[in-house]
């Protein structure tokens, strides 16, 4: 028996002794250990990078005070949420901060409708936030919930990829004529002013530090440092992407991308290969080296090495913009759900949630 099913046969046990007793099984990052092999499986079949469990439990170790871990387990399926600390607070997906898409694991559609369950049982509110519009989760809240709750679904953001093939070794074949000729000429801007080096590093855990903070000092010097949307802006996200890169260079997956120009980083990227997804967790570039668009150079290098190493996805990550139209019109669908029971938890936190919304909109008016 898996620790999964030991698990989950202790939770449903004891299901009739309250919401807290179900909700303690797994209740702080240390006890997530116990369900990484299962967790790793189901997380190879996701639509997303962040459902790993290396992703989660980065996230999870930098949890702070005013956040619970409620990890809900079933036979072939986890729920990774948390909730914050107060009355009418939601369960939400564990890592939602990042805003990357993010689902639950499971083997099979039947283990979404047991966790499921299991969440109906707290009487909480549940809020998702940016889940695949395509994941069983979608149907079974409302088959669950029925008659109980108060379901809002929404679209979200979609996420930009690429489904590569042998084509995408040259990527620029996929551009049109206009988009060709600019690739080219700023790959003649760039090269007037010295040499074009690019390296796709997989580092060891020992270079990790250095490496992720040369690709965070490259970001700053762009317009995110501008925008102050820069990693380095944010301690938070910055720690975690440091946990979680040093536990991906551990596997062999984390890739760091660098363009030099000149013998200067103009652009980087840091990115977790496996054998079927290049995936984009960060990329940005110094806008001294603005008119070379070294961005868009290093992610069509990045796009050949992918293709190269016959890898299916090419996973951009974040949401749509303007340089990722460039490469791709395919995207990963999302939407989000809030789940308000008809519990007084449920229905104070829809009273919040209309009162904020009443008062964002007053706001705008004045």
């Known amino acids: 028996m898996s620790p999964i099913e030991t698990l989950s046969q202790q ?3 004891k299901s009739n002794a309250g919401y807290h007793e179900i909700a303690r099984k797994i209740k702080d990052a240390a006890e997530l250990d116990a369900v990484r092999r299962e967790w790793e499986q189901m997380a190879a079949t996701s639509a997303t990078i962040a459902a790993g469990f290396d992703y989660q439990k ?7 005070s005013r956040q619970q871990l409620h990890v809900f387990l079933a036979a072939g399926g986890i729920a990774p949420l948390v909730r914050a600390r107060g009355f009418a607070q939601p369960l939400t997906l564990l890592a939602a901060e990042m805003y990357e898409p993010l689902d639950f694991l499971y083997r099979t559609p039947q ?19 940016r ?27 979609a996420s930009p990829l690429i489904r590569l093939d042998e084509s995408w070794i040259e990527p620029e074949s996929h551009l049109n ?3 060709r000729s600019d690739l080219r000429r700023a790959r003649r801007t760039s090269e007037k ?43 938070v996200r910055c720690e975690f992407f440091h946990r979680y890169c040093a536990a991906e260079a551990r596997l062999g997956r984390l890739r760091i991308c660098l363009l030099r120009i000149a013998g200067q980083n103009a652009a980087a990227q840091i ?17 001294a080296f603005a008119r070379s668009s070294p961005g868009n150079l290093l992610t069509r290098e990045s796009i050949r090495h992918a293709a190269l190493a016959g890898i299916a996805t090419y996973e951009f990550n974040g949401d749509i913009e303007p340089w990722t139209r460039l490469w791709t019109e395919e995207e990963l669908a999302c939407c989000s759900l809030h789940v308000f029971p008809f519990s007084l938890t449920g229905m104070t936190a ?13 706001k705008k008016h004045d």
Do not use: C, N
């Not at 979404?112 to 998702?128: G, N, W």
């Not at 054998?275 to 967790?281: A, D, G, H, V, Y």
């Not at 829809?350 to 007053?362: G, M």
């Open 193 to 235: 002013l010295g040499a074009v080096e690019t390296q796709i590093l997989a580092p060891a855990p020992a270079e990790v530090a250095g490496l992720i903070g040369e690709v965070l000092r490259v970001e700053a010097a762009g317009w995110k440092g501008a925008a102050g949307t820069a990693l380095a802006a944010d301690p």
């Open 177 to 179: 004529s206009g988009r």
């Open 350 to 362: 829809l009273a919040v949630r209309a009162a904020k919304s009443f008062l964002q909109r007053h």
């Open 11 to 13: 939770i449903t046990a």
């Open 111 to 129: 283990a979404v409708e047991e966790l499921l369950m299991l969440i109906r049982r707290t009487a909480l509110p549940l809020y998702l936030q």
């Open 131 to 157: 889940i695949p519009a395509a994941s069983p989760i979608v149907t079974f809240v409302e088959k669950i919930f029925e008659r109980r709750a108060l379901i809002v679904r929404k679209p979200a953001a």
């Open 58 to 64: 980065a996230w999870a170790d930098g949890l702070a």
């Open 271 to 287: 990115a977790i290969q496996t054998p079927t997804r290049f995936s984009l967790l960060r990329a940005g570039y110094d806008e």
